[in-house]
């Protein structure tokens, strides 16, 4: 099990730039898939970023060329790089851990861009 804790969140204008931290309450070298999800009012939950113990990405396409996830295994911590933001990527972002084919969920932060 790993719990886990968004920051970073707030509110921005369009073209600007946030930060997101993930902090684990493990360590997360084992954990071999770890990312970022965002969920915008009235819609489902969709995948924004993921990576793997060895530093492998994967992004939605929607923001390829904008946001960059990487991890520090050292600080227990996964970080969303989020640039050029949008009003479309108004939502609350979370962060996944999945630990033998379990899905770990922290809080959520707020993000809102404004236009």
């Known amino acids: 099990q790993v719990q886990l804790v968004e920051s970073g969140g707030g509110l921005v204008q369009a073209g600007g730039s946030l930060r997101l931290s993930c902090a684990a309450s493990?360590?997360?070298?084992?954990?071999?898939?770890m990312g970022w999800y965002r969920q915008a009012p009235g819609k489902q939950r969709e995948l924004v970023a993921t990576i793997t113990s060895g530093g492998s990405t994967n992004y939605a396409d929607s923001v390829k060329g904008r946001f960059t996830v990487s991890r520090d295994n050292a600080k227990n911590t996964v970080y969303l790089q989020m640039n050029s933001l949008k009003p479309e990527d108004t939502a609350v972002y979370y962060c996944?851990?999945?630990?033998?084919?379990?899905?770990?969920w922290g809080q959520g932060t707020q993000v809102t861009v404004s236009s």
């Open positions: 493990r360590s997360i070298s084992g954990i071999n898939a």
């Open positions: 996944n851990a999945n630990i033998l084919w379990s899905d770990y």
